[in-house]
């Protein structure tokens, strides 16, 4: 019989593996995103949409179903776990990205902060496998 590959550390359906994750706070898991970053997502979303309404009458049907596709590719694309994170530079140019001036443009990325913890390869490199649960990187102390 073969031995079972996942590895259970959940107690009660909630993780408590405070050594990899960390404390958990009550606050982080029933507040939301702040008012103005889920506005600006909504309006993300209607924009997209209403461009890929456009391209559907312009160039028919086919051709943001064909965006999409490429998307999807994409979007999966990315570097092994290590030091040098993925920058999806494919995906940025396809969805237009590239033109925007986000905040880690004029403030610091977020991974380069100093309360950022370093990342535990093994660890992503098992929840990539599907051997361990829970997120990828515990991001900050």
């Known amino acids: ?7 259970e550390h959940q107690i009660g359906g909630i993780q408590n593996d405070t050594l990899r994750f960390g404390l ?9 995103a702040h008012p103005v ?4 997502q909504s309006t993300k979303k ?5 461009d890929r309404r456009i ?20 979007s999966r694309f990315q570097r092994p776990i290590g030091a040098i994170p993925s920058s999806m530079l494919g995906l940025e140019s396809l969805t ?6 986000g905040f880690e443009d004029y403030m610091n990325d ?7 913890r370093p990342l535990d390869a093994h660890h992503a ?6 051997l361990s649960k829970g997120p990828v990187a515990p991001s900050f102390y």
């Open 1 to 7: 019989m073969e031995a079972p590959k996942n590895i």
């Open 24 to 32: 958990n706070s009550v606050k982080s898991n029933l507040v939301g």
């Open 37 to 40: 970053e889920s506005a600006h």
């Open 46 to 50: 209607m924009q997209e949409e209403m």
């Open 55 to 74: 391209l559907a009458n312009t160039y028919g049907s086919a051709f943001p179903m064909r965006m999409d596709f490429e998307r999807q590719m994409l």
């Open 96 to 101: 237009g990205d590239l033109d925007c001036f």
């Open 110 to 116: 977020p991974r380069e902060s100093e309360t950022v």
């Open 125 to 130: 490199m098992e929840v990539r496998l599907g």
